[in-house]
């Protein structure tokens, strides 16, 4: 007897289904590496990620399905709080943490993407939207944040590039107008500070962010732009959806409000 595959829906990712306790994704040209990742993270101990299974009989990638609760949008309040926002800072540092040791295999492919200048400090996993972030119930507490899905963005980059690119949808560095409803009256500098705090992120770091975002914004604009015209698909979706003046708009936001956050960030204005 067959078992049911069900369609899972993300923003780019096209065959992605779950069958019973796995899910398939169509293989492509990066994922041997991502499997790689994947493998050692459960080598060291990382237990919030999917775990590999192989290949399934028609050439699919089998990953273990992990059990809990994915916000949609518009994004519910508990994917909003305050304690989401530092629970989630405290597991992308256990994963950076973990990816660190991580070397990848010789000729090893990855997925296109903005990049940070310099070198590289690990592998990350570059795409920690909430439909990537699986939460589960923590008694006393509601849905937290427990696990990251879908590593297909996964790449050599740096700790800051990787949360840079978190706070930019958990904060979040975005216009009000472009914010789900819940978002629109956070304070999205106070919240950039708690998530730094949170992870751990040092001084040097603190004061390279807005830069960073500033230039994570013209990278993301240029390559979403090329990948709607060549891949199409979910990439033209969302660039029909209207990404490009998102991301416009939000570097239009960040300029606006570069003293705020850095006030919030190097500590000389508290957060209430």
Not at 7 to 27: K, N, Q
Not at 52 to 70: Q, W
Request: with cysteine; glycine share 8%; aromatic share 6%.
């Amino acid at each position: 007897m067959s078992v049911r595959e069900i369609p899972l829906i993300g923003d780019v990712s096209e065959g992605v289904v779950r069958v019973g306790a796995t899910v398939r994704r169509p293989m492509r040209p990066t994922s041997p590496s991502v499997h790689a990742l994947l493998r050692h993270l459960e080598a060291v101990g990382f237990d919030r990620a999917p775990r590999v299974r192989g290949v399934d009989e028609r050439g699919r990638m089998i990953l273990t399905y992990v059990e809990g609760v994915v916000p949609a949008h518009p994004l519910p309040a508990y994917a909003v709080s305050d304690e989401a926002l530092t629970t989630l800072a405290r597991l992308l540092r256990r994963f950076h943490d973990a990816a660190a040791s991580f070397r990848p295999p010789p000729g090893a492919a990855w997925e296109d993407g903005s990049a940070p200048e310099g070198s590289p400090e690990l592998v990350g996993h570059c795409d920690v939207t909430p439909a990537n972030v699986v939460f589960r119930e923590r008694p006393g507490s509601g849905l937290l944040p427990y696990a990251l899905i879908d590593f297909d963005m996964a790449r050599p980059t740096t700790r800051l590039f990787d949360v840079v690119t978190t706070v930019r949808h958990w904060a979040p560095l975005a216009d009000p107008l472009d914010r789900d409803p819940l978002q629109r009256s956070l304070d999205a500098a106070a919240r950039v500070r708690s998530f730094c705090d949170a992870y751990g992120l040092p001084a040097r770091d603190r004061l390279m962010l807005v830069e960073t975002a500033r230039m994570r914004f013209g990278r993301s604009y240029a390559l979403m732009r090329d990948r709607a015209r060549t891949l199409g698909g979910g990439w033209a979706r969302m660039w029909d959806g209207g990404a490009g003046g998102r991301i416009r708009r939000a570097a239009a936001w960040l300029d606006a409000n570069e003293d705020a956050i850095q006030r919030r960030l190097l500590g000389d204005e508290p957060i209430a």
